[in-house]
């Protein structure tokens, strides 16, 4: 009998530890007990039975059983052949029309020509598909668990290491530092793709791969665990050991983060205007960038055939430090931009919607509740603690700040500042003027709409 030996390389259930290697050594001797010829061997690579990939090698092993090449396969176990109860029926239908033998190391010779049969082979891959499932949700459930409880779930991240206690990373006293540096960096403005090139060329490598890119300083900034945060269904909790950087510092980074563009996260803060992207158009609301020589700077908002609405940029940069100096002078500057604030009333909120949260799970578990009924409000507790995130997070500006609000300014990276106005205006914005737009230094064009938000709806009303 010519017979054909299969294997797949898997991660799933039955894969873990099981090597192709034992595959293919234990289907060889069962062709040798059987006397059987061993006319190939057909070996595909998969990462999980899940997946949806194709197996060329086994689309290949259906060919030449159509052909008549095979007349009996071998594989370790009936799962390694099918992965998919639909699978599994096709492959019933091109036995009944060949006539082709199976048997597997596993579960012996495997006889579809019956009915009983049949269902002796369906029933082996819902059960082994089942397995599979159960699998992967207690490993689910026992990572929940163990967060719940503080502990940190998922690989290490740079800068810490595995401690002597399974789940409880500790600061990696050799990039700590690193990282810590690039926490400050962060929050100044420094772009993460110049701190990915300055990590680069010291020669510190990444934990995994080559080279440091700014998608990997950012993956690496938003871990909680270099905090000593875990993060348990969406919502950050204190853990059980000690991160590199607290967590006011790692929440300032993060809001610093969001609150830039993309494209500016990327840029280098010495490349930055200060109201550029910022400054817009008050009748367009295009938004305006900054162009010109060193000696005639201007910010325009360049859209051929509709706006050209322009001014020099010395002359906006100075009425927005002006304006934003004054603002920083007044006595409730401390309030306003969130610095020494009690955050236990914002942290009590985020306990009280979280449990709220939870309760309506609860209800929709039990069926008292339907999930499109919860919907609305759940998507509102989601929004709100969002916002309070935020409200947490800080902008980085100190106390010591607001006693000279002039040398803080001088002080701050253009970055830091761009941050300040975004926080304090919902706009800026530039009036056209007259019939030409030239450059024009008359600082009464430009407009501030301050924020609302600034300090109204970040205190809950409790
Ligand atoms: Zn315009």
Request: charged residues 30%.
């Amino acid at each position: 009998m010519r017979a054909a030996v299969y294997a797949r390389i898997s991660r799933d259930a039955e894969g873990e530890g099981l090597g192709v290697q034992r595959q293919l050594d234990d289907c060889r001797a069962l062709c040798e007990r059987r006397q059987w010829q061993n006319v190939g061997e057909y070996i595909d690579n998969d990462i999980s039975a899940y997946s949806g990939r194709l197996r060329p090698k086994y689309r290949q092993l259906l060919d030449d059983v159509r052909a008549g090449k095979v007349e009996v396969v071998v594989a370790w176990a009936p799962e390694r052949l099918h992965r998919s109860p639909r699978e599994l029926e096709d492959f019933i239908e091109l036995i009944e029309a060949t006539g082709l033998g199976v048997e597997t190391v596993k579960a012996g010779v495997w006889d579809v020509s019956t009915s009983h049969g049949r269902l002796v082979a369906r029933m082996l891959g819902a059960v082994s598909r089942s397995e599979s499932e159960r699998l992967g949700e207690r490993v689910h459930r026992a990572h929940q668990q163990a967060k719940a409880r503080g502990y940190w779930r998922g690989p290490i991240p740079f800068g810490m290491r595995a401690s002597s206690q399974p789940g409880a990373p500790e600061p990696d006293p050799a990039t700590a530092g690193v990282v810590e540096l690039m926490f400050k960096r962060v929050v100044a403005g420094h772009s993460l793709c110049q701190i990915a090139r300055d990590l680069n060329r010291e020669g510190i490598r990444p934990r995994r791969g080559r080279e440091w890119t700014h998608i990997g300083i950012r993956r690496l900034i938003y871990s909680p665990a270099l905090a000593g945060l875990v993060e348990v269904d969406g919502e950050l909790k204190a853990a059980v050991f000690e991160g590199v950087v607290d967590a006011d510092e790692w929440r300032t980074a993060l809001a610093a983060l969001r609150r830039r563009p993309a494209g500016e996260r990327r840029r280098p803060p010495e490349t930055l205007t200060l109201l550029g992207n910022i400054l817009e158009c008050e009748e367009h609301r295009h938004k305006c960038f900054g162009t010109g020589a060193a000696h005639a700077a201007t910010y325009q908002a360049a859209l051929p055939g509709q706006c050209y609405v322009t001014i020099t940029r010395a002359a906006a940069d100075r009425i927005a430090t002006d304006i934003v100096l004054e603002r920083l002078r007044q006595p409730d500057a401390v309030d306003l931009l969130q610095i020494n604030r009690d955050r236990t009333p914002i942290d009590n909120e985020i306990s009280h919607l979280v449990r709220r949260r939870e309760e309506i799970v609860e209800l929709i578990a039990d069926g008292l509740l339907t999930g499109a009924a919860a919907r609305p409000q759940l998507d509102r507790i989601v929004q709100r603690l969002k916002v309070l995130e935020g409200a947490r997070a800080g902008t980085g500006v100190q106390v010591d700040d607001l006693r000279d609000p002039a040398a803080a300014w001088e002080a701050w990276t253009v970055p830091q500042r761009r941050d300040l106005l975004r926080l304090l205006f919902d706009r800026i914005t530039l009036r056209h003027v007259g019939s030409k737009n030239g450059p024009r230094a008359d600082p009464t064009r430009v407009g501030f709409v301050w924020a609302a938000a600034t300090n109204d709806g970040l205190i809950p009303n409790c």
